[in-house]
């Protein structure tokens, strides 16, 4: 017999896209055959210098605790990075180091919301944003990315929802499961609508190194935002380091304090033999992280224009990461139900829409971090799946 847990742990909910690849995987034990474009995880290997810092480190007996908040070469080296790409000027004290990006999202929940609190998220939007916000006690207010309006936000809608009882807004730019990029006229819009309120900015950074176009402002980078601005970047996505768990927060000095309180009651600190591989992985060469963006743009044109060649699909052109959310909705179908038929039946790994917000009805993700390959095979197999629900 399970002893009964507390109440809150209702509130959590998990990643749809890890149910779908456990599922895959079950598929795959069988024997057939199917096509990942389901995770969000780069199919490229670390690169060998990030690799071989981590050996290093380990060789010369850096496997012990760090300092909670991170070890100083690497919160100087992530200043540097945030001066000289972000544009925004910070110091090793507004700096904390963290096992991934998700502890940044939880911690920022766990330090600002509260009951009586609202905070707003994208939606669709990555899904662990919901959940903590609703682990907080915090009220859950979606902001809609709309198709129409290139996965953007509506600005007079975000406008229409801040009140005096919105304690965070979460920016995603650019934005997982979409792609899409708010613009510099947004970012500013934004920033002119909380400027004075007390509101503060959770600015989800991580894919801003694969871009396709224009590089994103942060809103960090505003008059009078910095001190109100969290930002949470980390090395899962542009180092292809999913699985060596590291990210970090930028925040005001008083913010990364209490961040560190949560980091020692909770995790202690950050492996210390991945932190000084990031260093290597920000300040080494970065020819392999510009091979793999522009691997992810040959495979997002590719999968863009086969897309909208299928039958009743029609799919946006995405500004960065490695997403595309097209459009299914005229097949009748829930996005949950169109994704769990294309598994079963055609071998090809989706996530519905709804898995990313309500807001995603009518849509699922793929993943482009898959090779060319098998994105050509996924396509063709998802053709004829569609053109057997006609």
Not at 68 to 74: A, F, N
Not at 120 to 127: C, M
Not at 253 to 280: D, F, G, K, P, Y
Request: aromatic content about 8%; glycine content about 10%.
């Amino acid at each position: 017999m399970i002893n009964k847990v507390a109440d809150r742990m209702s509130l959590l909910h998990t990643e749809s896209a890890f149910q779908i690849l456990a599922r895959a995987n079950e598929l795959e034990a069988q024997g057939k055959s199917v096509i990942h474009l389901e995770i969000g995880q780069p199919d490229f290997k670390t690169p060998q210098n990030i690799i071989e810092a981590a050996y290093k480190a380990m060789n010369e007996g850096k496997t012990g605790y760090g300092p909670t908040g991170g070890i100083i070469p690497l919160r100087e080296t992530i200043a540097e990075h945030c001066r000289t790409y972000k544009n925004v000027k910070t110091d090793i004290n507004e700096i904390v180091v963290v096992p991934g990006g998700k502890p940044i999202m939880f911690f920022s929940m766990l330090m600002l919301a509260q009951a009586g609190d609202e905070v707003i998220f994208p939606d669709p939007g990555f899904p662990i944003y919901e959940s903590v916000i609703n682990f907080s006690g915090a009220k859950a207010v979606p902001m809609p990315l709309l198709e129409e309006k290139g996965f953007r936000v509506d600005l007079d809608k975000l406008r229409k929802d801040i009140n005096e009882r919105t304690k965070l807004i979460i920016i995603n730019n650019p934005g997982n499961p979409t792609g899409g990029m708010f613009t510099k006229e947004d970012i500013y819009a934004i920033a002119d609508m909380v400027r004075g309120k007390g509101i503060y900015i959770l600015s989800d950074e991580i894919y801003d190194r694969i871009i396709f176009g224009e590089k994103p402002v942060s809103i960090a980078t505003l008059p009078g935002m910095k001190d109100w601005t969290i930002i949470l970047d980390g090395f899962s996505k542009t180092y292809a380091m999913t699985g060596w768990r590291l990210g970090y927060g930028v925040m005001n000095r008083e913010l990364a304090e209490h961040v560190t309180m949560l980091m020692v009651n909770s995790n202690s600190c950050a492996a210390t033999m991945t932190q000084w591989a990031a260093i290597e992985a920000l300040k080494g060469p970065q020819d392999e992280p510009a091979k793999m963006v522009k691997a992810f743009k040959e495979r997002r044109d590719y999968i863009v224009d086969a897309l909208n060649h299928i039958d009743g699909i029609h799919c946006n052109m995405p500004e960065g990461a490695f997403y595309v959310f097209p459009n299914i909705s005229s097949f009748g179908l829930t996005s949950a139900k169109f994704a769990g038929r294309l598994l079963e039946e055609a071998g090809v790994a989706a996530a519905g829409g709804t898995a990313f917000g309500s807001h995603g009805e009518g849509f699922v993700r793929f993943s482009s971090a898959n090779s060319l390959e098998n994105i050509k095979i996924a396509i063709d197999r998802l053709e004829k799946f569609c053109k057997g629900l006609r």
